[in-house]
């Protein structure tokens, strides 16, 4: 089994129509108009002035409106405006996802008040603690959590099937040229390096903690 198919993703279809047309085509953009979308609202940076900012992400899967890792932003406005030129009110969010809980990557996530806020370990709302399955816990139809340690003991990361690839949303590197190399705050690289080659045995394109998207293939 691939890794793509041990991740529950999908893979080429081969059918052909009985007037010998590839079906292959029509069939992925049957799949395609049902996947989700995968925006990066706000670059992440780390910058020699102290200031950090997290890379956050808009993901639309479905009824489902999820905002990971709303952390350290300039100013509210800076994840607020892009949502709102989407038409995208901030009680409009269902699910509010981190990465791990470093306060630079979880600051903003009261922006999102009917929310439900994921993390590595479970799902809250209001005054409600709920479980989730763990690592390969399908969040939404097309976004899958997994556990990801390596940053932190704690970190996950989101897999998601996109229109236009698979995503990794993921602090596993902090930059678009994925320095550092090693982690000054791994507990342990040699997982971190694990986990490192785990995703990208699947993702298409991985947005990392603190700025652009990188392409894998």
Do not use: K
């Not at 922006?111 to 209001?126: S, T």
């Not at 399955?133 to 899958?144: I, K, L, S, Y």
């Not at 993702?203 to 700025?211: E, L, N, R």
């Amino acid at each position: 089994m691939t890794a793509r198919a041990a991740a529950g993703l999908p893979g080429p279809v081969r059918e052909t129509c009985g007037f010998g047309t590839s079906r292959t085509a029509l069939l992925t953009a049957d799949i395609l108009a049902t996947m989700a979308t995968v925006e990066l609202i706000h670059a992440g940076y780390i910058r020699d002035d102290s200031r950090v900012g997290s890379s956050i992400s808009l993901i639309r899967d479905g009824d489902a409106i999820i905002i990971a890792d709303p952390g350290l932003v300039a100013s509210h406005a800076r994840i607020l405006d892009p949502l709102r030129a989407r038409g995208i009110d901030p009680a409009d969010v269902t699910h509010v996802f981190f990465s791990h809980h470093h306060p630079d990557h979880t600051m903003n996530a009261a922006l999102f008040p009917e929310a439900e806020v994921v993390d590595f370990w479970a799902r809250y709302r209001n005054d409600l603690w709920l479980d989730h399955p763990g690592d390969g816990w399908q969040m939404t139809d097309h976004v899958q959590l997994w556990l990801t340690p390596g940053h932190t003991e704690e970190d996950a990361s989101l897999i998601v099937r996109a229109d236009d690839g698979v995503y990794a949303l993921t602090h596993l590197w902090w930059r678009q040229d994925r320095t550092p190399e090693v982690d000054p705050y791994a507990p342990d690289q040699a997982i971190l390096e694990t986990q490192r080659a785990r995703v990208l045995a699947v993702a298409d394109i991985v947005i990392p903690g603190h700025g652009e998207s990188f392409r894998v293939r």
